[in-house]
């Protein structure tokens, strides 16, 4: 099954940003929804965001006004921008095409 392949992770300070991609070669990205999940250490794997096939965003009310979805339609790569980051964003976040094509994750460090 093809799986999407998310990069952009890394360890940045508290405030900072990092943007995510998710590059989905194959699995049609302007049919399909895109999402976001994360999971930090201990942890249940969390919802973060999603964006429609047809643009419409939607975030979890931990990361509303910090965090933006976009996607790039005729490159099949999806973005999740995150901005005034804190520790507790701390996680292995995970790109979803569709129901079920899940990416491998990228880690997202938060520390001073």
């Known amino acids: 099954q093809v799986q999407p392949v998310e990069s952009g992770g890394g360890l940045v300070q508290p405030g900072g940003s990092l943007r995510l991609s998710c590059k989905s070669s194959?699995?049609?990205?302007?049919?399909?929804?895109m999402y976001w999940f994360r999971q930090a250490a201990g942890k249940q794997r969390e919802f973060v965001a999603y964006?429609?096939?047809?643009?419409?965003?939607n975030l979890a009310d931990s990361v509303k006004g910090r965090f933006s979805v976009s996607r790039e339609s005729s490159e099949d790569i999806g973005y999740l921008q995150m901005n005034n980051l804190t520790p507790e964003d701390t996680a292995i976040y995970y790109c979803r095409v569709g129901p079920d094509a899940w990416g491998q994750g990228t880690q997202v460090t938060v520390s001073s």
């Open positions: 194959g699995l049609k990205t302007r049919f399909n929804a």
């Open positions: 964006l429609t096939f047809d643009g419409q965003p």
